[in-house]
């Protein structure tokens, strides 16, 4: 390990700052652009000592756990609070543009749908219980060590409330001192708390866990492992009006606002688009909000969630016809022949995109096709088979779900 001294060039994709050193480009987390700062280096990381001169932009985290004076924050859960509202919105748009770029697109990418904290509706926390308390929180970055936490910016007011109750189900359910995940997800009718990562529940303990719950009020549901332990309630989402019962476990949008800017910039691009698929469609966060404007389709590899959606669009009045299909998009995309009947294709995938089914889309009639992404990367490849295969960009909008970190989510709309 040696000590230098480093001006900071310019933020890495991961949030970091990097200095160009004489041997390569050195990465300081909590940093920022034109900072100078006195680094410990190990071959290309620098963990900060002192700042000799603060950017204009530093502004004082919002949260004790961060760190102080936002510097080698020992909580792992935000990595950008130091960083003040512009350059922090300016970076997550650039974060999008840059990716365009790396597949030689240009287009006019939108302003950034800001994030506020407070959003944050689903949280997933590390938990371990030891001998003196149950401890949930994030592990510090590069690291086991569990930050206990005692406040939480980002998160929903009244689901950090519940932090006594949800350390005491998680104690309730811990079997050994082995560190485990605890997936917390705001409900209208209460708190749906998913555990994974631990070992299989004695009868005794189903039992004591199952007390733990009933004691409490606003808990809907605890699962474990996928496997439901208690359901008092059932757990309900309001996807644009319609009411949905998440699987437990499921994939949900992390904000409300996210999922409703997401959710507009999709409708209006349908418009009246008679027929539309909606792939990858989970539990139906678009699906059930299309099937306003017209008939869908949606397709979804999973067989709980797909339930979910079409016990939801069944017992819902107002809407057009929908239909499910489980199909696994990776290996089986819906093919050319099949798209020719669809106005409209909104596709939502994992990280890793939608490579395959882009390229049968590419060859179709579809009209309109919006592309939903939490991967610029993957999502400016698909856009480039998209393009070559005849269709144009009509918007990109980055939007900030993951408040003071390096994630962004992306909503891109094209024509043929």
């Not at 949900?252 to 409703?260: G, H, I, L, S, V």
């Not at 698929?277 to 008939?295: P, Y």
């Amino acid at each position: 390990m040696s000590t230098e001294t480093v001006t900071i060039q310019k933020l890495g994709a991961q949030g970091d700052g990097i200095a160009n050193g004489t041997d390569g480009p050195v990465y300081v987390p909590f940093t920022l652009p034109g900072e100078t700062v006195a680094i410990a280096r190990v071959k290309s990381q620098g963990t900060v000592m002192s700042i000799t001169t603060p950017s204009p932009d530093r502004q004082e985290p919002h949260c004790r756990h961060f760190g102080p004076d936002g510097v080698n924050g020992t909580c792992g859960g935000c990595t950008l609070q130091h960083a003040g509202d512009a350059i922090y919105r300016g970076f997550k748009r650039q974060l999008v543009i840059d990716a365009l770029k790396s597949k030689g697109l240009t287009p006019e990418v939108g302003e950034l749908v800001v994030a506020h904290p407070g959003e944050r509706r689903r949280v997933t926390f590390a938990a371990r219980k030891t001998e003196k308390e149950m401890l949930i929180g994030f592990n510090q970055a590069e690291s086991h060590h569990l930050v206990n936490i005692e406040e939480c910016p980002i998160s929903s007011a009244s689901l950090i409330a519940r932090l006594p109750a949800i350390k005491a189900i998680g104690a309730a359910l811990a079997v050994n001192a082995e560190a485990f995940r605890i997936t917390v997800l705001e409900t209208a009718t209460g708190l749906d708390i998913a555990a994974d990562g631990l070992k299989k529940l004695s009868d005794q303990q189903r039992r004591k866990a199952t007390e733990t719950v009933l004691s409490m009020r606003g808990i809907a549901r605890v699962s474990v492992n996928g496997e439901i332990l208690i359901e008092p309630v059932k757990p309900m989402l309001d996807f644009g009006g319609v009411q949905v019962s998440p699987p437990a476990g499921s994939f949900t949008q992390a904000t409300k606002p996210a999922e409703e800017a997401m959710a507009e910039l999709v409708l209006a691009h349908a418009g009246k688009s008679k027929r539309i698929a909606d792939l990858f469609a989970g539990t139906g966060t678009f699906s059930l909000r299309l099937a306003r404007i017209g008939r869908v389709h949606a397709v979804e590899s999973e067989d709980k969630p797909l339930a979910a959606l079409d016990h939801a669009a069944r017992n819902t009045q107002g809407t057009k016809p929908v239909s499910v299909e489980r199909r696994d998009l990776f290996r089986r995309p819906l093919m050319t022949s099949e798209l020719k009947v669809y106005d409209a294709v909104v596709f939502d995938p994992p990280r890793a995109g939608a490579e395959f089914q882009c390229k049968e889309l590419a060859r179709s009639t579809v009209k309109k096709i919006a592309a939903v992404s939490c991967n610029p990367l993957t999502l400016a490849r698909d856009l480039a088979i998209l393009i070559e295969g005849g269709y144009r960009i009509t918007s990109v909008t980055p939007i900030d779900q993951f408040l003071w970190t390096s994630h962004v989510e992306v909503v891109a709309t094209l024509e043929k």
